[in-house]
């Protein structure tokens, strides 16, 4: 079985406990955490070592998430553990995140600007997207800072890019002029 069904009915299974013990936005947090901590290099690799068994695994685990997560996320990690699917832990969380976004239709949008956006800047986007209806209602705005973009922005969700960049403009200048079928107007 391919790793991304492994990750995905497990998923499925703790967001639909959880939704149905109302504690679906907690778990939510607690899978996000999670999904961060295992993106560490060493926790990858105990969750990963076939050479540890697992109840060291489950003894360090313990030890890192005892006590900050909602006692439901814990056993669910026991489960985990158990069955002997840990090294899928990283991407099971991640997976819970994503299907908690379908549910909630909330729409991760990256935006890359050459300075820092202002929050109006911000709404604005966020305006015209939802306007747009290519995104849900709920935003989530990813943002980053690139000096070579020159001005201007480049905004990514889903499938879709929107290059607003003045690098992208000068690179389609390029490109027309260098093309064989430009020919001078004197």
Do not use: C, W
């Amino acid at each position: 079985m391919s790793s991304y069904r492994i990750a995905s009915r497990y998923a499925k299974s703790l967001i639909d406990l959880a939704g149905e013990q109302g504690k679906l936005d907690r778990v939510v947090e607690d899978m996000t955490f999670f999904a961060e901590v295992s993106k560490l290099k060493d926790v990858a690799l105990l969750l990963k070592s076939p050479i540890i068994n697992a109840d060291k695994k489950a003894k360090v685990l313990d030890a890192i998430f005892s006590g900050k997560v909602d006692p439901m996320t814990h056993s669910f990690i026991e489960i985990i553990l158990r069955k002997g699917r840990e090294a899928y832990l990283g991407e099971i969380a991640n997976e819970v995140v994503n299907q908690y976004r379908v549910i909630k239709r909330i729409s991760i949008v990256e935006v890359v600007s050459a300075e820092p956006l202002s929050a109006d800047a911000l709404e604005s986007i966020r305006k015209k997207l939802v306007d747009s209806k290519l995104t849900h209602g709920n935003i989530q705005f990813k943002t980053s800072v690139d000096a070579g973009l020159i001005g201007g922005f480049v905004i990514s969700f889903e499938d879709k890019l929107y290059d607003a960049s003045v690098k992208h403009q000068l690179d389609l200048l390029r490109k027309e002029f260098s093309s064989k079928d430009y020919q001078a107007a004197i």
